[in-house]
């Protein structure tokens, strides 16, 4: 297996065409990992979700990452990794990025599904209230492994 950085051109394009990806955030030095759906666009992330530990943790310390992978075996996959910044998106005054947001989004199938069916199983027949944020990016790398040459003790 050869592994290899890719390029910040091929990181965007692979985002655009991802789904589901595992946020993380952190609050007094823990860490806090959640799969997301998302949507990308330019250089933002976007994201719907419930009032919940991410969000708390989130408002308090803005500094996120983002992961997405591809996994075809142990040793054919590809993983981009965003850092960024959290931004809500409140109404009323981010009504046009909120229905930008929400027009990525419905792009993806089920894209409302993880924000909402936890939410759902807790609360019972409360009312939930959606909530959208993007991550605004600051950073984005990647890798891409691929099958090769096998690699030797005396390379690792």
Not at 5 to 30: M, P, V, W, Y
Not at 47 to 73: F, H, Y
Not at 76 to 81: K, R, Y
Not at 88 to 96: D, G, H, K, N, W
Request: aromatic fraction near 10%.
């Amino acid at each position: 297996m050869i592994i290899n950085a890719i390029t910040e051109k091929d990181c965007h394009a692979f985002l655009e065409r991802g789904s589901i990806g595992r946020l993380g955030c952190s609050l007094d030095n823990q860490p806090y990992v959640v799969p997301v759906y998302f949507a990308y666009e330019s250089d933002y992330i976007y994201v719907l979700s419930t009032l919940g530990q991410k969000i708390e943790w989130m408002r308090t310390n803005p500094k996120v990452c983002l992961q997405v992978d591809e996994i075809a075996g142990q040793s054919e996959w590809m993983s981009v990794i965003v850092d960024g910044v959290y931004e809500e998106l409140p109404e009323p005054q981010y009504t046009a990025e909120r229905a930008h947001a929400r027009t990525l989004l419905q792009k993806q199938y089920r894209w409302w599904i993880n924000a909402l069916a936890e939410r759902q199983a807790k609360g019972g027949e409360a009312l939930i209230e959606p909530l959208f944020f993007r991550i605004h990016i600051k950073s984005i790398s990647g890798l891409r492994a691929i099958e090769g040459a096998q690699a030797s003790l005396k390379n690792v």
